[in-house]
């Protein structure tokens, strides 16, 4: 679907001004977390010298006389056996195609929210202005599903399981089955060759269905990414609290308190499949390396004031109706399911949905008590 593009960026109505701006965006292209299928007949390189870029730095040091000096740095990745090259990289360690993709995504957002929409200064003169954080969302939800959905990977053993040592191929097998998957789009994503067998749609999309959803069809061509996380807990847990934080920035701009006007968060894949799936938009397509959500808050122009909200709590509705969210993914506006109704986006452009709408959906996902809900049943 194309990295991030400020050329791809539609325009919002013009009685409509940009306020804030919520990012999470998947790192770029990195080394598989482990090593797997480096074994013929699948070969897939064990180690990896596309790191060369991390390799050098400078380094400040302590000279004679108290003063301090510059010295370059070549770090070198030592293996167990003490071999030792340089360039050589860690595993899942951001590739030198990685960090050059990360920073023409930071390139891009400059050009749109400084340059074009100037929504931030040229010079940040103060940290409050932006927010930036990685954001650790590791689901912990496929060894639960194990059990369930195992035997729907036996009908691959017999074209796979030859590329990980004859072992079955299964959510919580050696390897597991996400870490199969990660192992092969990095290869892809960095020109190796992979097997033919993984190239396959139906293949595929079965092995994705079954890491990220529960319950698949029992037919492959009839496997749909859309249907499978509708769960309240996946839902409430993995990803309400996040939303919930995000509702809660909006609020404070619409409060007209301090809050920041853009925030960056670095995330996981499964971090933006999982924000797609709760919303109900997700287009059956795992995300690639460096994708990107965004949640652009609007104000709508209007000479009437409106009344402080400063104690209506994060999902006021009072505010909404002159304000608006869009939500875009990889360079594509998607209206909302929960704002279809006519009163809940702005007239003829139904991606933009009232926050309002928005909020309130928000707060049907959010935990009322996050460590509480999050303690297995049994153990309640």
């Known amino acids: 679907m194309g990295l991030l593009s400020e050329n791809a960026y539609e325009a919002a109505p013009s009685d409509l001004k940009l306020e804030q701006v919520h990012v999470y965006i998947r790192h770029g292209e990195r080394t598989p977390v482990g090593i797997r299928m480096s074994e013929p007949p699948a070969n897939i390189p064990a180690f990896w010298n596309l790191c060369k870029t991390a390799r050098r730095f400078k380094a400040a040091v302590m000279g004679e006389n108290n003063i301090t000096e510059e010295a370059e740095i070549v770090r070198l990745s030592e293996r167990g056996d003490g071999y030792a090259q ?3 990289c860690l595993p899942g360690e951001l590739t030198d195609v990685g960090r050059k993709s990360t920073l023409r995504v930071g390139q891009e957002l400059r050009k749109l929210y400084v340059e074009r929409l100037g929504l931030l200064p040229e010079v940040l003169d103060s940290h409050k202005t932006a927010y930036f954080r990685l954001a650790e969302l590791a689901l912990a939800f496929n060894l639960a599903a194990a059990k369930d959905n195992n035997p729907n990977l036996e009908r691959l053993d017999s074209k796979l399981s030859k590329y990980i040592g004859g072992n079955p191929i299964r ?4 390897p597991r089955l996400s870490g199969i998957l990660d192992t092969i789009r990095a290869a892809d994503a960095h020109g190796f060759r992979i097997p ?3 190239k396959d ?3 595929v999309e079965i092995m994705v269905c079954l890491v990220k959803l529960k319950s698949p069809p029992p037919r492959a061509h009839e496997f749909n990414l859309g249907n499978g996380h509708k769960d ?4 409430r847990l993995a990803m309400g609290r996040l939303l919930a934080e995000m ?3 909006m609020t404070a701009i619409v409060n007209r308190t301090e809050a920041p006007k853009i925030r960056v968060l670095a995330c996981h894949d499964t971090t933006l499949a999982g924000l797609c799936q709760t919303l109900d938009v997700f287009n059956n397509r795992w995300p690639d390396f460096t994708a990107s959500i965004t949640f652009e808050l609007f104000s709508e122009s209007t000479s009437q004031s409106t009344p402080s909200t400063h104690s209506l709590g994060i999902f006021s509705r009072k505010p909404a109706v002159k304000h608006f969210v869009r939500m875009r993914y ?3 506006n998607l209206a909302l399911p929960a704002c279809a109704a006519r009163e809940d986006h702005l007239s003829g452009s139904p991606e933009f949905c009232t926050l309002a709408a928005f909020q309130e959906h928000i707060r049907k996902l959010t935990p009322d008590d996050w460590e509480k809900e999050c303690i297995p049943k049994k153990g309640r």
Do not use: Y
């Not at 959510?171 to 050696?174: P, S």
């Not at 309240?232 to 839902?235: A, D, S, Y």
């Open 201 to 203: 749609p139906n293949t």
């Open 171 to 174: 959510i919580d097998g050696r």
């Open 247 to 249: 509702s809660g920035g």
């Open 86 to 88: 340089e360039g050589e």
């Open 196 to 198: 033919p067998e993984f």
């Open 232 to 235: 309240g807990e996946f839902r």
């Open 330 to 332: 990889q360079n594509r």
